[in-house]
């Protein structure tokens, strides 16, 4: 007990450790966030000295205040460099923005605009007019209306439709699709009542029909995203149900998932169907991400008949699921792009990514694989290596995209405990780890990221003005 105490008492006092040489300065320019930080430290210190551990030195614990102080002046959300490969990761804030798309959201958020004016008639416009129109001449629709996100589009379009009502989904598409997204649930959640039929494998027309009764609203159709069953399989064909719901009067809805608008197939990424693919089968509603394989903002997209869509957009839910226009005109600048296919892949992103030639991946590796060797030296051996990665976001989940990498295979250090350190580097770099080796795909590396990735690696071997992690200290 008096060890403890003792021990607890070499910890210094607030405004003592504040007049160390690396902190004065901190103390300066913001006091208050300066003695919150230290009295946060200082707490963290006490709970691991009666945990046992030795208290720590002044320099050390210095160090961890003057970090803590820059990480929270700065804010928690920042850049990282992903060389996962995966280009659509969720877990990464999935497509990245085109040029243009990135300023018109800088120009909507700095200026006024026309969101909700018409500027011919000087009267009230309609806010998702800017994008609705571009849709229609897209994906060939009738209507289209844009929410927060896709789960949004779904929940709405189903409480909108379906309420009260039944939805007949065949049980090979009931999945759960990343992030708690359960088709079972969102639609119990929306009031409709689920009518699944079929089986896990196989589901026929005839299972549909069997359940068609006086009740039936809807036939949903369910992208099964980032799942697939493989061998003694049947599922209807969008052509069979939209005949089917025709001889019946009933709307088919589809939630896409990731709605693709460029038949990518040309680039070796086959078994997504457009939208407009769909839209010409004659499915009545639709719904797909802005920021999937779209490329675009987050925003949930639904397109089909004008009497669903206006029916849609009546419902109270859809003012409460409404998009920002910073979103909007994100959205706005992406879709333009599509009017020109080859240079939607050129300009956006998430499709310049996916459709780079395995000759562009092999050069980029190799460029960054001399640089890796100049600058790493002794630390560790690099070598070009020939990998697959990743298209990410539920699409194409069973499209291995031949890749092109840079393995880096540390001579000290382990690579976990490499991969660990780069998570807190400036900007943190995301990895995949292979048999002793960090693997870096090109895929997802952006223009002028390579001098920064082997900045951050020489920190992440030497420890050079790295936070001092928990797990460090284990
Ligand atoms: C991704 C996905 C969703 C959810 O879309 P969000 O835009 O993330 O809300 C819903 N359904 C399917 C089939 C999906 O793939």
């Not at 006091?31 to 200082?42: N, Q, W």
């Not at 100049?374 to 690099?382: D, G, I, M, N, W």
Request: charge should be neutral.
């Amino acid at each position: 007990m008096d060890q403890l105490q003792k021990r607890l008492r070499q910890l210094p006092a607030v405004d003592q450790i504040l007049q160390h040489p690396s902190l004065k300065d901190l103390a300066l320019a913001d006091h208050k966030l300066a003695v919150k930080c230290t009295r946060e430290v200082l707490t963290a210190w006490r709970n691991r000295i009666r945990a046992g551990m030795e208290p720590p030195a002044t320099d050390e614990l210095a160090r961890e205040i003057r970090d803590k102080y820059i990480s929270d002046r700065r804010g928690s959300l920042r850049p990282v460099i992903n060389a996962t490969g995966t280009v659509l990761h969720t877990n990464l804030g999935r497509a990245i923005l085109s040029e243009a798309a990135a300023m018109a959201a800088y120009t909507a958020a700095r200026r006024y605009t026309n969101l909700e004016f018409d500027l011919a008639t000087g009267h009230r416009g309609n806010r998702y007019e800017h994008v609705s129109t571009l849709l229609r001449e897209l994906t060939g629709a009738e209507g289209a209306l844009v929410v927060n996100n896709n789960a949004g589009a779904v929940f709405l379009s189903l409480s909108a439709l379906a309420a009260g009502r039944e939805t007949i989904i065949s049980r090979g598409q009931l999945v759960e699709i990343g992030g708690s997204f359960r088709v079972p649930e969102v639609m119990a959640q929306s009031g409709t009542r689920l009518v699944e039929v079929g089986t896990t494998n196989k589901t026929y027309l005839k299972d549909y029909e069997a359940a068609i009764g006086p009740e039936t609203a809807l036939l949903l159709k369910v992208h099964p995203s980032n799942y697939r069953i493989r061998g003694f399989t049947h599922e209807v064909t969008t052509k069979e149900l939209v005949a089917l719901g025709r001889r019946y009067q009933i709307p088919v809805m589809e939630d896409l998932g990731s709605g693709v608008l460029l038949n990518l197939e040309s680039y070796g990424l086959q078994g997504e169907p457009t939208v407009q693919d769909e839209v010409r089968q004659g499915v009545d509603l639709l719904t797909f991400s802005g920021d999937k394989l779209l490329g675009g903002p987050q925003a949930g997209i639904i397109v089909g008949r004008q009497e669903l869509i206006a029916a849609i957009a009546r419902h109270p839910l859809t003012r409460a699921l409404r998009v920002d226009k910073l979103t909007l005109a994100a959205l706005e600048a992406t879709l333009l792009a599509y009017r020109y296919p080859e240079r939607a892949v050129k300009e956006i992103p998430t499709l310049a990514a996916l459709t780079m030639t395995p000759e562009e991946l092999q050069k980029k590796a190799e460029h960054l694989c001399e640089l890796l060797a100049r600058v790493l030296a002794s630390r560790a051996r690099v070598e070009v290596k020939s990998i697959t990665s990743q298209a990410g976001g539920g699409a194409l989940p069973l499209a291995e995209l031949p890749s092109w990498g840079v393995a880096v295979m540390p001579e000290k250090v382990e690579t976990t405990e490499l991969a660990h350190r780069l998570r807190r580097t400036e900007p943190a770099v995301l990895v995949r780890i292979q048999e002793d080796a960090l693997i870096l795909d090109v895929r997802t590396l952006l223009p002028g990221e390579n001098r920064e990735l082997a900045a951050a690696l020489v920190q992440a071997f030497d420890l050079v003005g790295l936070p001092d992690g928990e797990s460090n200290n284990a």
